[in-house]
């Protein structure tokens, strides 16, 4: 998933003050050496710098920031949390923590509180009222396909989504091309079965509504389906913690003419593993309900469409989220 704006937000407040951060600390400390990791945008490595930090200077308040600002950029939202409220128990309240949680709880998919805290940043520190990437964050998190309304305890979510951009009946079956990722030997197969499964799941719920068949070319294909180990490939801004992307062309009608999904199936080009199945199986199925015509998101984190990851040990689709596909075809 491409970075959100509050994360890219994040990272220009903490650059601009990383070196007043660490003042008083000697050169030796691994502080300085997880500064120049978090400019470099390694986050993994600042951390494991600034944990180290942490035991010789129990009491920094702006170590635990940091160390909030890396756990939220590796996806360890609930962990950042937990430092940059401990971070302003210890140091007192400023702009920059105010922002790393708001990502953080954007990342757990709680909009409504991301948006609480962005308000408050620019509370504390009026100049972020006047910062344009800063506005653009709060303006995003005000967006109803980022925000969803409706009640989490409905049948379905229909009356949250910003609009439904179905399939039309002359269009069964979909087309649809998985295409091979030679810089990824080995896990075509798997990434096929994961694909076929989720449009089996969705395919099912819609009571027959909708069909698929694979084919070959992707010329000849209606929906594309691509996996990668290339989070800024995954082009969608929407889906925090999911690292997925769907691009839809549709018809004047508003029907749904052509469509990319790109999946992340591993962190990094330098990762030696994929990441868990069933995670990948959430992303894919996430971004099939926006594929076949879903666009916006529940407020109900126990459905796929919820605009997080599910909290479930499997990847299934909830109740809500059969009845919300199986209404929208029969509309």
């Not at 180290?52 to 590796?74: D, R, V």
């Not at 609480?116 to 972020?128: E, M, R, T």
Request: proline share 4%; with cysteine; aromatic share 6%.
């Amino acid at each position: 998933m491409r970075k959100t704006s509050i994360q890219r937000l994040s990272i220009a407040i903490l650059l601009s003050c990383v070196s007043c951060n660490n003042a008083g600390f000697a050169a030796v400390d691994p502080a300085e050496e997880g500064v120049r990791y978090c400019k470099a945008k390694n986050f993994s490595q600042a951390l494991s710098c600034f944990n180290a930090a942490s035991k010789e200077h129990p009491t920094s308040w702006q170590i635990l920031q940091n160390i909030g600002n890396c756990q939220m950029h590796l996806g360890q939202y609930k962990s950042a949390v937990n430092s940059e409220q401990k971070s302003i128990e210890l140091g007192g309240l400023n702009s920059t923590q105010c922002t790393i949680m708001a990502a953080a709880l954007e990342g757990l998919g709680q909009p409504k509180q991301a948006l609480n805290w962005l308000n408050l940043a620019c509370s504390v520190d009026p100049a972020q009222a006047a910062n344009p990437v800063m506005q653009a964050a709060i303006n995003r998190l005000h967006d109803p396909a980022i925000n969803p309304t409706g009640s989490p305890n409905a049948s379905d979510y229909v009356s949250g989504l910003v609009s439904a951009n179905t399939w039309r009946r002359q269009d069964m079956p979909i087309k649809v091309c998985v295409r091979s990722n030679y810089q990824l030997p080995g896990f075509y197969r798997q990434f096929s079965a994961i694909v076929k499964d989720s449009l089996d799941q969705w395919c099912k719920a819609a009571n027959g509504a909708i069909s698929y068949k694979f084919v070959d070319s992707r010329d000849s294909a209606n929906l594309v389906f691509d996996y990668t180990d290339r989070s800024d490939l995954c082009t969608s801004e929407h889906e925090a913690g999911l690292e997925g992307g769907t691009e839809m062309m549709t018809r004047e009608d508003n029907t749904a003419a052509k469509g990319t999904v790109v999946v992340l199936v591993k962190t990094s080009p330098e990762e030696t593993h994929f990441r868990d199945r069933v995670l990948i199986t959430k992303v894919c199925l996430h971004e099939v309900g926006h594929a076949l015509g879903i666009h916006g998101h529940s407020s109900n984190n126990h459905d796929v469409m919820f605009l997080a990851a599910t909290p479930e040990p499997i990847a299934v689709l909830s109740e809500r989220d059969k009845a919300t596909i199986k209404r929208i075809y029969r509309q």
